[in-house]
């Protein structure tokens, strides 16, 4: 059974950093993209970054871009999430995601969230 | 990167059709055959419902569907049924290599 279980969300003041990290079960870790995926309180769903199976590619959603930085350890099968410079904007629910493949094919599987809280 | 637009309601009473437009540009939706779409119900993770355009993950009933026109992506709901009720997303690959959601549709059903 697949299973992807996020952690490290939590509440951060504005300019501060916080990093996710997301824990993978259940298939080949390294053969599939990852990525995240955010809601904001009552919003829409928003991309936010896609990592390769071996880590070569990354992309990054413009409004992100600089900031945050995805990466992945497949000795531990764990997708991680490095957020700096946080604002109030990127309050939300941050998802943790399997690509059929890669996430351009569609995304299989999501993690419960974590919920980032950017406030002073 | 816009959002793609999706109609922000729909409805429907048990046992209809509807069907939810997710229209974007020829650099997202018009310019790729991968297109999916996710339902979302309240405090619950988005699943899965379809992926590149039409292909249903299995153990999604096949009263949904998926097709896509040009610009414009669609999910078609046949037979409604009280648990469909609920939040729908598409999503797109762009050409910048990035993807793009809708704004979302909540589906109602009376």
Redesign the interface.
């Known amino acids: 059974e697949v299973q992807l279980l996020e952690s490290g969300g939590g509440l951060v003041q504005p300019g501060g950093s916080l990093r996710l990290s997301c824990v993978a079960s259940g298939f080949t870790f390294s053969s599939y993209a990852m990525g995240w995926v955010r809601q904001a309180p009552g919003k829409g769903l928003e991309w936010v970054s896609s990592i390769s199976g071996y880590g070569v590619s990354t992309s990054y959603a413009d409004s992100v871009k600089g900031r945050f930085t995805i990466s992945r350890d497949n000795s531990k099968n764990t997708l991680y999430l490095q957020m700096n410079s946080l604002r109030a904007e990127d309050t939300a629910v941050y998802y943790c995601a399997k690509g059929i493949g890669g996430l351009k094919y569609g995304i299989d599987y999501w993690g419960q969230g974590a919920l980032v809280t950017v406030s002073s | 990167?816009s959002?793609l637009t999706q109609p922000a309601s729909v409805s429907g009473s048990p046992g209809q059709s509807i069907t939810i437009s997710c229209t974007g540009t020829s650099s997202d939706v018009g310019g790729?055959d991968?297109v999916?779409w996710?339902q979302?119900h309240p405090g619950k993770?988005?699943?899965?419902m379809?992926?590149?355009v039409s292909n249903r993950?299995s153990g999604v009933p096949d009263r949904f569907s998926g097709s896509k026109s040009g610009n414009t992506a669609s999910l078609t709901i046949s037979g409604l049924q009280a648990e469909d009720e609920a939040?729908y997303?598409c999503?797109s690959?762009t050409s910048?290599?990035?993807?793009?959601?809708?704004?979302?549709t909540k589906l109602t059903v009376l």
Not at chain 2, 96 to 104: A, C, E, M, N
């Open positions: 990167q959002a790729y991968y999916s996710y979302q993770a988005p699943k899965l379809i992926y590149e993950p939040d997303y999503c690959y910048s290599t990035t993807l793009v959601f809708g704004g979302g």
